[in-house]
Structure formats: C-alpha cells, structure tokens
C-alpha cells in the first residue's frame, strides 16, 4: 500500500500490534497485518557492525534479556543472546529483535510503514555515510520509497534526509507543548506532523492544517473517547497500542 492510498482515519499500529505482542517484533508486525491495519510504526536504531534493527530504546535492558546499548553490540550478539519475546497470558513468547530489512520484505505492498529513526543514530559527518543515508537507501532499495514515512523526534534527522532524497515522506515528531512546526514543515516540505496527543487542540491542529496543507498523526492514542474527540478536530489518524478497538 502506497500512502497516496491510505484511507481516513488511520489507526497505525504502534510498535505493531504491542497491546498484545511483544513491541517492534514479527509477531507484533505480522499481527497487526493479520488485523488489517493499513499502517504500522517502528523504532529503529544501528548496531556497532552498523546494522538497522526494530527497537525502541537504546539499550537492549527494557524490551529484552540482553544487557547494553544497541551501538555497543554486533548485530550477531543481539540475534542469538538477547530475546525480545514477553510472557502473554497464553504462555511464554520469544522473539528476536527484528533487522529493518525483514520488516520491510514483510510489509512490501501490503501497508504503510512509519520508521521512527532515534535521535542517537545522528553523527555529525559525511551525509552521504550517515545512518540516516543506509536507512533510506536500505527502503530505495526495496522500492518503497512511496510506501513508507520517515520520521524522528531529531530535526537534524530529517533535514539530512531530506538533502539526500527529494521524495521521502517526512514525519515531524514533537514532543511536550503541542507547538504547530509550520516552518519547519514549509522547510521539509515534510509529509505530516506527529505530535503527542496530550494537550493537543482543535485550535493546533487546524492552524497547522490551514497554514500547511499537511496532516497531523498524534500518538499514543489508546482510549476510543479521546480518538473520537481527535478526528472530530481533524486529525488524519492516529497511532494506538490498540488498533484492534478502532478497526
Ligand atoms: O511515532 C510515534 C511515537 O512512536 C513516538 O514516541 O516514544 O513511542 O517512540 P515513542
Ligand atoms: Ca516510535
């Protein structure tokens, strides 16, 4: 599925299907497609032999067994020491923590994919080796360009992307204060903005809609009261734990 053919409002599936599975892990991923979402989120951070892995922290401490921060480990550590798995009422579930390239190959042409890139994956340095330059180059690749959206709570992120490619679509995310990034959004061209749901307002979200044509996708939005208030002020969607209340 291409953006240009989402469907409004989007319910996407934070971290996947992560009310129920493990967060940013297959089964959570392959849920969320079995549900029917037309839209999933993830987290992606590189590892010391620079590969791109699905996890949300910079450690491997919360969301698995494994110990240290994700650039501190090669890749084959964190395959065959750390389990991303957690115990669900029907038993115990293992998992791996995903690469980026497996998520990819499973959602081709079947939804939309938001990668968040976390603000420790930015050096300062030569653009065209960044992190942020394997990450789009791993989705050109693919030839899904057109099917995802990048997105970061780093600005800087998104700026070097946007110099490397003129087609990404750019996800603002903002946390805190709801403040409209309209600026920002004219300076991107970016595709949407991300804010946190709490105090955010009919009164924000049609002063950036009005002012830059782009859509506003908060997160995390769990509570069907809440999500009915959102798409009554304007909202294109929203990114919930719980797609499964929405769909
Ligand atoms: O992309 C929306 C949301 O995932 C941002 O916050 O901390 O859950 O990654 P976080
Ligand atoms: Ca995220």
Redesign the pocket.
Known sequence: MKLLELKEPVFAA??GLSSFFPENTMPAFIAALNLGCSMI?L?VGITKDNEIVVI?DDTLDRTTTGRGKISDNFYSDIFYKADAGKILSSGKISAKVPRLEEVLNLVKDRAVL?I?IKSEVYKKGDDKKSSEAMILWLVEKKNMIDQVIF?SFNHKILLRLRELSKTANLGI?TSGEPRPPVGLTRKLNAFSW?PGHVNLSKKHIRYYKRHTGKKVIP??VNKPKKASKLIKSGVSGF?TDCPQKFI
């Open positions: 934070h971290r989120e987290d949300h938001n968040e997105s995310l991300h997160y995390t990114f």
